[in-house]
């Protein structure tokens, strides 16, 4: 047996924890934006406030989201890399 291939249940679960790692981030993110939505929408913030609020929600939300993305795919390298 090659020790330096990976075997099909070993990329399959690569595959599916890239795939998780991705909808969670995607999620955070879109969560982080529609609390700055809602704070808009419920406190009627207008003009350049509104749209600072906007922006400074996709950019916390997009943040959010690539750390979500980052720790999950170490994570499961460090599982990995131990065996488990």
Same mark, same amino acid.
Do not use: N, Y
């Given at each position: 047996?090659?020790?330096?291939?990976?075997?099909?249940?070993?990329?399959?679960?690569?595959?599916?924890?890239?795939?998780?790692? +991705? $909808?969670?981030? %995607? =999620?955070?993110? &879109?969560?982080?934006? #529609?609390?700055? !939505? /809602?704070? *808009? @929408?419920?406190?009627?913030?207008?003009?350049?406030?509104?749209?600072?609020? +906007? $922006?400074?929600? %996709? =950019?916390?939300? &997009?943040?959010?989201? #690539?750390?979500? !993305? /980052?720790? *999950? @795919?170490?994570?499961?390298?460090?599982?990995?890399?131990?065996?488990?």
């Amino acid at each position: 047996m090659d020790m330096g291939r990976q075997s099909r249940w070993e990329k399959d679960a690569m595959t599916v924890e890239i795939v998780f790692a +991705l $909808v969670t981030a %995607a =999620l955070l993110a &879109a969560t982080v934006f #529609v609390v700055a !939505l /809602v704070l *808009v @929408l419920v406190f009627g913030i207008s003009g350049a406030a509104r749209d600072g609020v +906007l $922006v400074a929600g %996709a =950019l916390v939300g &997009a943040a959010f989201g #690539v750390w979500r !993305l /980052v720790r *999950v @795919l170490r994570r499961f390298d460090a599982h990995r890399r131990e065996g488990r």
